[in-house]
């Protein structure tokens, strides 16, 4: 399994969240590295710490969300290596049960967004069935295809495929989409950096139907 993943998978996300963004189109409103002003609120109400501005949060704070409300509670940890990473950035860009429940369809087990022990263990066997790279492998795929799918896919769509595709479309060694760098885990390849793609509106798949 993928203990101690959190750190490197952050690592790669972060560069496509980019920095300090307020897009006149997003929904979502003010971000920065990819935490929005929502969910910054939520995380000072539940520390008894009183509002402020986003852009103010510390790298500290963001990163004690991205483990929280992400890696935890989408049971990255729990996954085999490169899959763990792959629904990580899944869960940022589009929510937790999105993309539990993506994980959840591949590996043939009820669609609940909740990844409970059921889920796992079918993760696991579906990484022994088809080999370590596999699932990750899927859920990249799987995720670019409910993008395609979405209205706003020709607005977005070409910032959206090099984050999950990087240039070429499926794994290569030497480039920098999220399927890429999930397959250098799996198979314990070097994991090339990430280069920043086009940052688009997040909460337009994140509130996708």
Request: hydrophobic residues 40%; neutral net charge.
């Amino acid at each position: 399994m993928a203990a101690g993943n959190f750190q490197a998978s952050l690592a790669l996300t972060l560069p496509f969240e980019g920095g300090w963004s307020d897009h006149p189109k997003d929904p979502g409103g003010a971000t920065m590295c990819g935490i929005t002003q929502a969910v910054y609120d939520d995380d000072r109400d539940a520390r008894g710490l009183p509002r402020r501005s986003v852009r103010e949060s510390t790298a500290a704070e963001r990163e004690a969300i991205y483990l929280r409300r992400y890696w935890q509670k989408a049971q990255c940890e729990a996954l085999p290596a490169g899959a763990d990473f792959a629904l990580f950035d899944f869960a940022v860009n589009s929510g937790v049960s999105r993309a539990t429940r993506t994980l959840q369809r591949i590996v043939g087990v009820a669609a609940d967004g909740i990844p409970g022990r059921y889920t796992l263990a079918a993760a696991s066997r579906y990484g022994s069935q088809y080999g370590p790279s596999a699932l990750g492998d899927a859920l990249c795929h799987a995720r670019l295809a409910w993008m395609q799918a979405l209205p706003t896919y020709a607005t977005f769509g070409h910032g959206w495929r090099r984050r999950v595709m990087g240039e070429h479309d499926g794994a290569q060694l030497d480039d920098t989409g999220v399927i890429d760098h999930a397959f250098s885990m799996a198979t314990g390849a070097t994991v090339a950096a990430t280069q920043r793609p086009l940052v688009v509106p997040k909460t337009y798949l994140a509130r996708a139907a």
